[in-house]
């Protein structure tokens, strides 16, 4: 089948090798443009281009879409019969969604209706879900509200964290793409009832609010892992929270409130016990390795 592929990021990778291996004919792929990364800063290409161009495909990076009559133009002329979306990041603009003969097919990671948007995966751990998947749908013009081919479900380990997660619907989602093109099965509408948003996430929500429970906050830092990240403040500095897990409170205090001087601190509801924590520009290290080197007393406020 003659494709165009649209994405930029790791999860989307293993969908574009898988395509490429199986044989189809991939006409163009499509990813966002180079931009500074790492400590120094310095340009690189998004996992995605990396990947194309080792396997030799074409790449475009247009940095927008909306107005780009000559981007339309382009894709329409590639006369795909289907694009392939997995985490692209720009909206497909009409006349690019009505392009390809058989549609624009979108690799979302969660079971639709359940968590649209741009970060599903970290909203599934964050809410507790039990399950969550990967759901082959045609793209319309709302966000991720398009009739769906193919839905399958994935059990959330008790200790997963994001990262862990990301890899395992990478792979799923890699594997029903090729079922979804081979049979074409009939789309159906997503169901009316429990569709919830999982909005993108940005650096601002790594602060832990330590008014919630803790057994929220532990969810929170597995959601994170490994971006944004968790962090609290500690003694002016910033801590970042790497690993944790929720005990009963052995007594009453404010929370953000060390409760004992192995870093149990005092939540909303229960307590929180950090169990690998990370200093800027410092390796990460297990509690006891940190406290050797940073120790700090029962009654510590953590903001």
């Known amino acids: 089948m003659r494709l165009a592929f649209m994405g930029s990021p790791d999860f989307a990778v293993p969908a574009l090798l898988a395509l490429h291996a199986a044989g189809h004919d991939i006409a163009a792929v499509y ?4 931009r500074p990364a790492g400590r120094g800063q310095a340009v690189r ?3 995605v281009q990396a990947a194309a161009e080792r396997l ?3 790449v475009r ?3 927008r879409l909306r107005q780009a009559a ?3 133009a382009a894709f329409a002329a590639l006369r795909a019969d289907a694009a392939v979306v997995a985490a692209y990041g720009l909206i497909l603009p009409p006349p690019m969604l009505a392009a390809p003969r058989l549609g624009c097919l979108n690799i979302h990671a969660s079971l639709l209706p359940r968590w649209r948007g741009a970060a599903p995966i970290q ?3 964050r809410a507790g879900d039990a399950e969550t998947g990967i759901t082959i749908m045609r793209m319309d013009a709302g966000l991720d509200t398009g009739p769906m081919l193919l839905r399958e479900a994935v059990p959330i380990p008790p200790r997963a964290t994001a990262g862990l997660l990301h890899d395992v619907l990478a792979d799923r989602g890699a594997r029903l793409i090729l079922r979804a093109l081979a049979h074409m099965p009939a789309p159906i509408p997503q169901p009316a009832e429990g569709a919830s948003y999982a909005p993108r996430l940005t650096r601002a929500d790594a602060a832990l609010d330590w008014t919630l429970p803790a057994a929220a906050l532990d969810r929170q830092i597995r959601a994170f892992d490994p971006w944004p990240g968790s ?5 002016g500095g910033t801590l970042k929270l790497l690993a944790a897990h929720p005990e009963p409170a052995p007594g009453a205090a404010p929370p953000g409130t060390l409760l004992d001087a192995a870093l149990l601190v005092a939540c909303g509801a229960d307590a929180l016990r950090l169990t690998r924590v990370q200093l800027p520009g410092r390796a990460a290290l297990d509690a006891a390795a940190f406290l050797r080197g940073h120790p700090v007393a029962a009654g510590t406020r953590l903001g």
Request: include cysteine; glycine fraction near 4%.
């Open 31 to 34: 990813c966002q443009p180079p």
């Open 45 to 47: 290409p998004c996992p």
């Open 56 to 58: 030799g495909l074409p």
């Open 61 to 63: 990076s247009p940095a």
């Open 70 to 72: 000559e981007e339309h």
């Open 123 to 125: 909203a599934a751990i």
């Open 231 to 235: 962090t609290a403040i500690l003694d």
